[in-house]
Each structure stands twice: as structure tokens, then as C-alpha cells.
DNA sequence: TATTGACTTAGACAAAGTCCAAGATAGGAT
DNA sequence: ATCCTATCTTGGACTTTGTCTAAGTCAATA
């Protein structure tokens, strides 16, 4: 069983065969699909399991930190399995193609005191943008 | 006429009433709003003014450079005015409020040569991700 | 192996955005 | 000042992405 499925277990989730498929689709490509992207590769391996679920299941793995919600493109939101791996995203404008980058430093830190208005800090993301090798 | 409007004359649009009612509803309140936010405002001023052309209109816009899209939490896309001051976006995980902000030194230096995959890097986003004050 | 609450399903629904053909109009040409 | 025409706008249909619901199914515990 994936690594991924193991902690979910631990959690108290019911192994269920929509499940295991949907943590074998995320865990098998190392891309980042969108929901209905995941739900047609599950649909190979279990023919009867629904959009609905897949949509649940991307969530739940979501709220529970195991999988990160990549917004791109204003479109579908992307899955990103690697959530225990600190990394940001260089996304080609020319293509879509998304890699993981791992910047320099803390962009956390880069934000002066008098820039946070009393905010908790939690998080930051960075979306690098440019032209790949092939869209140059 | 706002700057808004000027530049994108000087760029060979036709000023027509409806694109004016959206540069004024931007630049009257700066906030960034969804395009259906900006079409219910535009409604306020210009009751005939149809959702396709705020559409139309937010989106070339953006491709003029005039105005920054903003994909906030994976819905709706907002629109900021202020494309022509760097900053990057503090949003509150709590109610959704939004917050320019400046971040010290540049997120591009701190993307090493190779973490950059022979891509030409055009720009990065920053969004940090918080609780507001009346949300903590 | 019986039970039960959690899970899944199909399909309707909703929100956000795009596309199209027909009509209107800004701005240059006359 | 008026005409012309490419550009712009409109309403509505359509698509994509995501959520909800009620009824049926099943994993895990006893």
C-alpha cells in the first residue's frame, strides 16, 4: 500500500477500493492533475467509480495536508502529492507544463512586520512564470 | 478620463461607454474583485451592459498589462488595477480578505540557475496565506 | 456474520466562463 | 456633417468545474 494511503488509514479513513484508486492515480505520475484528469485515469482501473467521489476524495485528502491544491491558472485546480516536500512552482505560459522548484531562503521571511496588518502568518506560496525550452 | 482609460486609447482601443464603466468601476474602488463583482457595479452605472463584455473587457485588459489576474482560492479569478506597482497578495484563510503587500528583495534572484530547467522566467507571484486580525 | 455509520453513486444543480450570430456604434474617410 | 465599416456589444446557448442530495452499498468492528 502507498505511503500515502497509510497515513490516510491512520487517520481513521476506511480503506475503500475508490480511495486506493484515486491515492494510485496521484501517487503513480508525479504531474499535477487536475480533479476530472484524476478521475479519468481511476476510470481505467475501476470502471463504476464516480466524479463525485473523486472530488471528495482530492478534498479530504486536502483537508487532512496529504495532497496540496495548486491554483495555475484561475481553470481547475491541480493536485500536488508531494505535500510533505517543501517546493513552489515554475509553470510555462507557453504550454501549462508545471515543474517543482526549490527557491532560495524563506519568502515567509521576506515580509517585513509592518507589511503583515496584524495577520497570522501561515503560509506562502510562489508561482514562477516563464517560457520552457520548447515554447522559447 | 482615468490613466486606465488613456493608456489603452494610446493602444488603439475604441473608447466605447461600457469600457469605460468598467475602467471606472476598478479604479473607483480598489479592491479586487471577481468579474461578476465588477458586472454588478458596472449594472449600477450602465444598466444594458451585458456579462459577456465585462468578460471581454477584464480580459484584454489583462492581456494589455493593465490590469493583474489574481487567482485567489481556486473560484472565481479577481482583477487588480494596480498592475503597475510591484506587490504580491496576503489573503486572510478565515473570511478571504485580500491585502497588497511588499515583500522585501526579489523572488526571482532567489530562484538558483539550476532550479530554473532552461526556462526564461518572466515573473513570480507571492501569496502568503493567513489569519486577520478579526479572524485569529 | 450481523450491524451500522461512513462511503459511493447517478444525476440534478450551481457557478464561472466562453462562444456565436445578429445588431449597434466609434472614429476615420468623404 | 454624414457615411462606412471594422470593431464592439448583446442575449442566450453552451461548456467546464465543482457541489449537493437521496438512496443504496460496504468496511470494520463486535
Redesign the pocket.
Known amino acids: 500500500m502507498s505511503d500515502l494511503l497509510e497515513r490516510l488509514?491512520g487517520r481513521?479513513?476506511?480503506?475503500?477500493?475508490?480511495?486506493r484508486v484515486v491515492a494510485e492515480v496521484l501517487d503513480g505520475e508525479h504531474v499535477h492533475l487536475?480533479?476530472?484528469e484524476v478521475h479519468a485515469r481511476a476510470v481505467d482501473r475501476?470502471p463504476?467509480?464516480?466524479?463525485?467521489?473523486?472530488?471528495?476524495?482530492l478534498?479530504e485528502m486536502v483537508t487532512l495536508g496529504e495532497v496540496l491544491e495548486v491554483s495555475t491558472d484561475?481553470?481547475?485546480?491541480r493536485y500536488d502529492p508531494n505535500a510533505h516536500h517543501a517546493h513552489q512552482h515554475l509553470i510555462c505560459s507557453g504550454c501549462g507544463a508545471i515543474r517543482d522548484v526549490h527557491p532560495q531562503g524563506d519568502p515567509i521571511a521576506a515580509l517585513p512586520a509592518n507589511e503583515r496588518f496584524g495577520f497570522v502568518i501561515s503560509g506562502a506560496e510562489v508561482t514562477y512564470r516563464g517560457l520552457c525550452p520548447n515554447c522559447r
Request: glycine share 10%; charged share 30%; net charge positive.
Open positions: 488509514r481513521g479513513w476506511r480503506l475503500t477500493s475508490q480511495r487536475t480533479a476530472d475501476l463504476e467509480i464516480s466524479r463525485a467521489t473523486v472530488y471528495n476524495t478534498g484561475g481553470r481547475a485546480k
